[in-house]
Every structure is written in C-alpha cells, then in structure tokens.
C-alpha cells in the first residue's frame, strides 16, 4: 500500500518544541520532492517548508525561518520537520504532500500550484499554555 503518514503532532506550550516525520510506505522518497503544509482552524491551508530530492534545497516561509528545520533521512524514508520556540500561530494540522522529483524548486513546490502525488491524512499541532 503506498502511503504517506505523519506523525510527531501534540501539545506543546509556546517556546517548546516538537519533531514531525513524514514517512513513506510502498514507494521511495528519494524520488520525491516533499512539501509540509498546514492548516489553522478557520484559515486557508499555507505552505510551512518545502525540501527537493535532487539537492536538497529548502524553502521556509517567513514566519518560520530560524525556528523550523527540515530534512530528510533516506534510511527511514522520511521528510523530518523539527520546529522549536514554538507560537500559538503555529497552531493547525500540519500535512506532507510527495510529488515527482525535478519538476520543481523547493520554492515553487510550496508557493505554486502544485498537484502532489500523495499526501498524508496530517497530524495536529496545537501550541497553547
């Protein structure tokens, strides 16, 4: 069965931090570019960090910079999203889409419109005192 999963999500006080995973079962990353997306209550979905299999090249969006760290572990299969000093903001279910490799730049796989091969059923963060 091929599928992603996320996991890492919980509860974790403003300033913590958490670790996402995105893994993959049924077919490799490594032929993946791999975005982390995210969803507040009542929001539209934005783009969190995107990472290319062909380089590794990231992107983070603004409100993330310095605070998130993505990146993947070929021996898991997995895209990896570490966050720290957490923010209420960064509240919301947080998704990984896998599209084919080479299509994109890290950039333009999370800002453009991008239709992604697979994507996981997503995993809550909630960042509340």
């Known amino acids: 069965q091929t599928q992603l999963v996320e996991s890492g999500g919980g509860l974790v006080q403003p300033g913590g931090s958490l670790s996402l995973s995105c893994t993959a079962s049924?077919?490799?990353?490594?032929?993946?570019?791999v975005g982390w997306f995210r969803r507040a209550p009542g929001k539209e979905q934005e783009d969190v960090s995107c990472?290319?299999?062909?380089?590794?090249?990231?992107y983070y969006r603004e409100s993330v910079k310095d605070r998130f760290t993505v990146s993947r572990d070929e021996v898991k299969n997995s895209v990896s999203l570490q966050m720290f000093n957490l923010k209420p903001e960064d509240t919301g279910a947080y998704y990984c889409?896998?599209?084919?490799?080479?299509?994109?730049?890290?950039?333009?796989?999370?800002?453009?419109?991008?239709?992604?091969?697979?994507w996981g059923q997503g995993t809550q963060v909630t960042v509340s005192s």
């Open positions: 889409g896998a599209v084919t490799k080479g299509l994109f730049t890290a950039q333009s796989l999370c800002t453009g419109t991008v239709i992604f091969n697979y």
């Open positions: 049924g077919f490799s990353l490594d032929y993946y570019d």
């Open positions: 990472i290319s299999a062909n380089d590794g090249a990231t």
